[in-house]
């Protein structure tokens, strides 16, 4: 019997939380085989079986903290000459047809236990039986969208349960879950407070004219993403103006550390992006040294790992500041939160027609509002006013971003 245990899970990082079991007691697992999932303050960490055979006890619940090092598991070594021994009389009895139909409601339970947290408030949400739906995750694990796939395709089969789910509701009782936090949920809470308690925040307000980047974006996007295979969006024109506005003003672009002032003479601009667990923050590297291509490969590949929960630790760390794009969930308007020890993070929002005054004449633009939060003991008011208005220059002339104006 070997022991299955927790793995190092990066620098500073001493425990997790177990999301969810990959394996039941008594499947058969492969050498290096995920059998767990761990979330940790930043993503989630898979955990390999040491040996091949059979899955032992589980000795944690999903819910639990673990730390680095401790034993979560047993696996029996062997493979098929471990599963032979006590499995051999129990094919006898579940060869009868008691145990088909027996076997649903076991794998209810279990596979309800296995689910992650954002799966199991999904189906709670939209009351999709999990075991109905095929997943599309991972070695064939069930995903939020796969749950919301399977809810936006029940209104056809909608009579049957409709009737036993009015019953409940004729009684007037009122019910209330409780959820347990999911780790990255309770780092994001008391990160974003400390921020809170730690910075001096302010933010400031700018708009801008979307049409000429709308104008480029419409005329190139086929070439585009002929030639570099990934399509042209917003985010790669931002990221390169937010560049260049951070080396002209390098306060935005410093942190405090003590009594210090730290200056960056690269650009590590952390992008939100939407994961199934939450909101995860990867980092673009020397973004100073991009195009807008690979700018917005390096995106696109974030947003597709990030579904897959396959992001690594070691991109999670850093950066220098932020772009949060509200405007994708439909956002007017926000005061975005400092990510420390950064000290400025941009926050984009959406984009709708608006009347504005060109050359004495009101005309409709698409605009859009720019955020700006500054810790503002080391970035003033000046300073942060002329970032967003070199921001808005660049967008609103894209060629500046060609010769770098």
Do not use: C
């Not at 730690?198 to 004219?209: I, Q, R």
């Not at 199934?276 to 291509?293: E, K």
């Amino acid at each position: 019997m070997a022991d299955v245990k927790v793995p190092v899970l990066g620098e500073s990082i001493t425990e997790a939380t177990l999301g969810e079991w990959l394996k039941n007691p008594g499947d058969p697992v492969k050498l290096d085989e995920p059998i767990a999932s761990l979330e940790t303050d930043k993503v989630s960490v898979e955990v390999p079986s040491p040996v091949a055979g059979v899955m032992g006890d589980q000795l944690v619940k999903v819910g639990d903290t673990v730390a680095v090092d401790a034993v979560i598991a047993t696996v029996g070594e062997g493979g098929g000459a471990a599963a032979s021994p006590s499995p051999a009389p129990a094919p006898a009895e579940a060869a009868p047809a008691p145990a088909p139909a027996a076997a649903p409601a076991p794998a209810a339970g279990d596979a309800a236990a296995a689910l992650s947290p954002s799966v199991r408030r999904a189906v709670l949400e939209t009351g999709v039986d999990p075991s109905t739906v095929q997943g599309t995750g991972k070695d064939g694990r069930l995903t939020k969208d796969d749950v919301v796939a399977a809810a936006a395709a029940k209104p056809a089969a909608a009579p049957a349960p409709t009737t036993p789910v009015a019953a409940p509701a004729a009684s007037g009782g009122r019910k209330e879950e409780r959820v347990r936090m999911t780790r990255l949920r309770q780092t994001v809470a008391k990160r974003l407070k400390e921020a809170q308690n730690t910075a001096a925040m302010l933010t400031t307000f700018n708009d801008v004219d979307m049409t000429e980047v709308i104008a480029a974006r419409t005329k190139y996007k086929d070439l585009f993403e002929k030639k570099h295979g990934v399509r042209l969006g917003f985010m790669g024109f931002f990221v390169k103006a937010a560049v260049q506005a951070l080396r002209d003003i390098p306060s935005v672009n410093a942190s405090i550390d003590g009594e210090e002032i730290v200056y960056h003479d690269y650009a590590d601009i952390s992008v939100a992006v939407s994961a199934p667990q939450g909101l995860v923050v990867p980092v673009i590297r020397d973004a100073q040294d991009l195009s807008v291509a690979g700018i917005e490969k390096t995106i696109g590949d974030f947003g597709k790992r990030a579904k897959e929960g396959t992001l690594k630790m070691e991109e999670m760390k850093g950066g220098t500041f932020t772009i949060s794009n509200g405007g994708v969930f439909g956002s007017l308007m926000s005061t975005p939160i400092i990510n420390p020890p950064q000290s400025a993070v941009l926050g984009l929002h959406r984009i709708e027609d608006r009347p504005v005054v060109r050359d004495g004449q009101v005309v409709v633009r698409p605009m859009m509002y720019l955020a700006l939060s500054y810790d503002h003991r080391l970035i003033d008011g000046r300073e942060a006013v002329t970032f967003l208005v070199a921001l808005k220059n660049a967008i609103e002339d894209p060629t500046r971003l060609l010769i770098d104006l």
